[in-house]
């Protein structure tokens, strides 16, 4: 999966010469958190609803201070983050998802050719996992695989077992549960949908979710 395809484009920036109350006021409007930092075609900071937030006055008492005031005529390139990490259209989403967790950050602004193209989010990040996982159609299961070396039919592969039953599988997933151990999670279409648990079971398979297909509104 690739930033690409989930990505914010167009994305909205701004420079480095606009006031920052313009620039709160222009979040609230788009709706957004975050913003690159541009002058001209080239990327120079990132600003979020939180740097903002931090550098201007709060209350009016705090306006009528001198730092107040000096606060509320703060630009955007004084308090933007510079040199701000990016990545490319062609990154993979895993990869975005990491920098975000070791950063702390909320997002990355993606920079093709020079250019700011877009923007990947959190947000983003959530629609995709959605866009995968969260599908009305098909049958899921969520499993624990047999240990490996087994003298019987025990690591049958999830997807062969699946396509034994003539169901086609729309995703399959490897990923650990909180305490490390290995989980498989799989979503396939087709008629014979309620064998697939029985046949996991027999292959080995410990089943620990299944979710049949969502029945059509009447």
Known sequence: MLVRYFM?????????????????????????????????NLLVGMVSERDLLRVLPGAIAELESAAGERAEHALVGQIMTR????????????????????????????????????????????????????????????????????ETSHNDDVALIALRLGLRVVTLLT???PGGAPLLTLRA????????PDQLA??????IEFTPPRLAAA
């Open 8 to 40: 914010t484009a167009p994305v909205t920036t701004v420079t480095e010469d606009l006031p920052c109350r313009a620039a709160l006021r222009l979040f609230r409007e788009k709706r957004f958190r975050r913003a690159p930092v541009v002058r001209g």
């Open 83 to 150: 040199r701000p990490e990016t990545v490319g259209p062609d990154t993979h989403l895993e990869d975005v998802a990491r920098v975000l967790m070791t950063r702390k950050i909320g997002g990355l602004p993606v920079v093709e050719n020079g250019a700011v193209v877009g923007i990947i989010t959190e947000s983003d990040l959530f629609r995709a996992l959605v866009e995968i996982m969260d599908r009305e159609e098909g049958v899921r299961l969520t499993v624990v695989p047999p240990p490996r070396g087994g």
């Open 175 to 177: 990923h650990e549960s």
């Open 189 to 196: 279409l087709g008629a014979r949908w309620s064998e697939l």
């Open 202 to 207: 027999r292959a080995g398979y410990v089943v």
